[in-house]
């Protein structure tokens, strides 16, 4: 059976990839997550849809950097990993971030600084088996930053440039990284974007691109795909207009 | 704010969203928003999912299975699950849903608040009758286990209760075992009324699952299709090898991309140049195909889900569904009575279905299924004159002691609701007086 772990397991889109892999054939999960009861929540939920796959709960704190060192070498002692999603993160209040320091501090954390480091802890046993998969949940936001979430995108940025150089040095092994994209999706993280009426993708089609994606080992995956064209065009807008763009 | 429109697109008023994710949560979130109402997948038609200028607690994100008896086939889930989802994933493992309504596209928690049915009634009763348990939310912030033997009548209130004794957060379902995704159907053209119930009585015993359209343009020469299905045994799938294809083509199908229907046209496109010749075509078509066949159960029960946003086709206006149940006695002379009224009226419908309910009465106090026979029939909006059509069509439906469905219905009157559901009086000790909704508001105090 696959192996696959799960950063970040009660986060709604990885939820749905949990989905889409339990019900394709049955694996070994290793859901990773903050709160013990949600992540059992999740658990059960797939166990109920594939009762043949072998599903196991882990709790760490994803800011401390000796925990997530910890929870990874468990995670690998047990048995080697074919891929690792790292999915967590908090879609912060721009207007607390600017506001409040510590705010800012702990969105660049969560979004930025804890993803980079499950994936680093991930490399190594990786690299020493020469396989596997480490997938990261990045966010068209990084791509640009722009004045309504620009911490949050900066986040994002670093996540982005970090899978960009980890691609470049596991060129010439099995170990491949995946950089997924997703723009606004409909999730809880989203809801009150959803609730001012903004249109955003299913997280089913969300999910569906992100499997496929890793499957295929695709190095950036834009989802859904028109997000690749809209982030081309934004990302070339001359500043002189884009800083005249209330976006 | 946001706007939010109920399957006919009668109206699209703002509504004060909040997304319910965590079933440990729902207490929290309806004491700090109410009055408020749950949404499931908004596909009644009417106002009895809308609370307009009001909070609405959209429960799609209540959407894990908690537990499943392989032996006993009892589900656990959350109200926000799919009927979709559940049929998708069991059917291969033997199980399915007792009884769905013609979409799959709908939650756990709405089949229970409009305790819905399907086309085999006679057989299996309705939605309420394969539930064993309910996890309901109350906005007083109590969360109530029921059960049939320690709550009945909360239970009773609840199953059909339109969402107004609480918030549905879980539920125990009965499946029932299934040998293979397919059904023996049969299709039979028939000419008049006496003809369909001949039909449809001489089907109950042998046929799992009945239910007819009609030409309601087709004056006094009645015509109409009879369908009617049994899920086959993996014996019987088995023993014809192009099934395998088939289900191979089907699945591809499912999950592939939808067809829909892109926009909202400017006139509806279902009207008095195009329903004729439609029904004339959709007929020949259907005859063409009398006698028996195979089909996957998603096709044969949910034609319509292959495409998306059907009811944009009705236009700008949107549309009315006017679903009636009258009891057999006198049923025969009230349906052709309202045939008739359409007749004369120049209104037409295409979706017009025709069936018999089953010699039960449904577990629920405000439940629509009863002994008769029921007919439904679509109507773009055309104001007044849609609305004069119903008028005419309610008094035959009191007239026959008959009752409207609330799934369906944005506008009947109050006297006729309060005498189509005697057992209101028992109903409202039960309601959650921090829920809310607009058919409420029109129908009851509150």
Known sequence: MQHIVIIGATSVMAEHCSRLWVQASPVRLTLVGRDEARTQRVADDLRVRSPQSDVQVMTTDFVNAAAIAQTVNAIVAHAPVDVVLIAHGVLSDQAACQDDVIACDAALQVNGVSPVLFAEAFTKPMVAANRGTIAIIGSVAGDRGRKTNYVYGAAKGLVSRYAQGMQHRLVHTNVKVVLIKPGPTDTPMTSDLKAKGQKMASVEQVAQDIAKGIAVGKPVVYTPGIWQVIMLVVMHLPRVIFNKLNI | ?446
Not at chain 2, 44 to 59: A, E, I, R
């Open chain 2, 1 to 446: 704010m946001k706007a939010v429109s109920a399957w006919g697109r009668l109206s699209d008023d703002l509504h004060d969203v909040q997304v319910l994710t965590d079933r440990t949560q729902v207490t929290s979130v309806m004491a700090a928003h109410q009055p408020g109402l749950a949404f499931g997948n908004g596909r009644s038609y009417g106002d009895v999912g809308l609370n307009p200028q009001g909070h609405l607690w959209h429960t799609t994100g209540l959407n894990k299975l908690m537990s499943f008896d392989e032996t006993t086939g009892r589900l656990v889930c959350e109200a926000g699950v799919l009927l979709r989802d559940i049929q998708r994933l069991f059917v291969p493992r033997g199980w399915m849903l007792p009884v769905t309504p013609g979409t799959q596209l709908i939650t756990v928690g709405g089949a229970i608040a409009n305790d819905v049915h399907g086309k085999n009634h006679h057989a299996v009763g309705s939605f309420g009758d394969h539930v064993l348990r309910l996890t309901l939310a109350r906005t007083s912030g109590e969360v109530l286990q029921l059960d049939w033997t320690t709550a009945p009548e909360l239970m009773a209130a609840t199953v059909g209760g339109l969402g107004l004794t609480g918030v549905v957060v879980s539920a125990e379902l009965q499946l029932r075992r299934v040998g293979s995704p397919w059904l023996q159907t049969e299709t039979l053209p028939y000419q008049g009324l006496p003809e369909f119930f001949e039909l449809a009585d001489a089907s109950e015993r042998d046929w799992e699952h009945t239910v007819s359209w009609i030409d309601c343009l087709s004056g006094p020469r009645l015509r109409g299709i009879f369908m009617r299905g049994n899920h086959m045994s993996q014996a019987q799938a088995e023993a014809r090898p192009s099934l395998r294809a088939a289900l191979a083509a089907q699945q591809r199908k499912a999950s592939g991309k939808a067809l829909a229907m892109p926009f909202v046209p400017p006139v509806s496109l279902v009207n008095g140049l195009s329903l004729k010749p439609f029904n004339v075509a959709y007929y020949q078509l259907q005859k063409l195909k009398s006698g028996l066949d195979v089909a996957h159960y998603e096709p044969f029960f949910y034609p319509l889900d292959n495409l998306q946003h059907w009811n944009r086709m009705y236009g700008p206006r949107g549309f009315y569904q006017y679903q009636s149940v009258v009891p057999r006695e006198g049923g025969e002379a009230a349906v052709q009575a309202m045939l008739d009224a359409i007749s004369a009226s120049g209104e037409g419908s295409f979706l017009a279905v025709l069936k018999t309910f089953g010699n039960r009465e449904a577990k629920g106090l405000l439940s629509f299924p009863m002994p008769g026979v029921t007919l439904a029939l679509d109507f773009p909006s055309r104001g007044e004159r849609t609305l004069r059509l119903f008028s005419k069509l309610d008094a035959i439906v009191r007239e026959a002691g008959g009752r409207l469905y609330m799934a369906k219905d944005a506008r009947m009157p109050r006297d006729l609701f309060e005498a189509g559901y005697p057992r209101l009086s028992e109903f409202i000790k039960h309601r959650d007086t921090g829920i809310s909704s607009a058919m409420s508001r029109r129908l009851m105090e509150y």
